[in-house]
């Protein structure tokens, strides 16, 4: 059996839930002095860059914004095989005494979280560092946990999420897909 799809999130339901976590990042740090938002790439940068531009345009000034490439962070690197694809991480500013966003698309085992925080250990000491995810779907192996969280779901052993972005995909949606064969 085919898997089945279903979206969870429309084009606009991910604008209302991008514009609510940029609410909520701003009720975090009481404003947006000292903000930097770093998503992890590949969806994360693009959503990332979203929360900035609502951020500036709500508060007024400009959000300093990055982007991470974990795959040489990852614990599972020799899995990956014997060439991964690494893409960019660009900073663009020392990170020491900011607070700092990790923004990422999905948050599943914490594993890619986890990286994003060895990886920024690199380039200095924020002030303090949250996270925020546009989909929380459960399953935890690490204890990580979003602070700003877009959309929980409970998904199905055997399914997984989908997040499109239309910089990358052409459309914005969440999509549930769930396994066709019953497991």
Request: negative net charge.
């Amino acid at each position: 059996m085919p898997a089945e799809r279903q979206i969870v999130l429309d084009a606009k339901a991910v604008a209302r839930t991008l514009r609510r976590m940029a609410d909520e990042i701003v009720e975090h740090f009481d404003g947006t002095q000292g903000v930097v938002l770093v998503g992890i790439q590949r969806r994360g940068v693009q959503l990332s860059s979203r929360i900035a531009d609502i951020l500036q345009e709500r508060e007024g000034s400009p959000i300093p914004r990055g982007a991470l490439d974990i795959t040489l962070y990852r614990d599972d690197l020799q899995t990956v095989g014997p060439r991964p694809v690494v893409g960019k991480t660009e900073l663009p500013l020392t990170l020491d005494g900011r607070h700092v966003v990790i923004v990422d698309d999905v948050l599943y085992t914490g594993r890619t979280v986890r990286a994003a925080l060895d990886e920024l250990a690199d380039f200095g000491r924020p002030a303090s560092i949250a996270l925020a995810v546009l989909v929380d779907r459960g399953g935890r192996e690490l204890p990580i946990h979003a602070d700003i969280v877009g959309k929980t779901l409970s998904v199905p052993k055997g399914s997984h999420i989908d997040v499109l972005v239309s910089e990358l995909d052409g459309d914005d949606q969440v999509v549930l897909v769930t396994s066709g064969s019953g497991q």
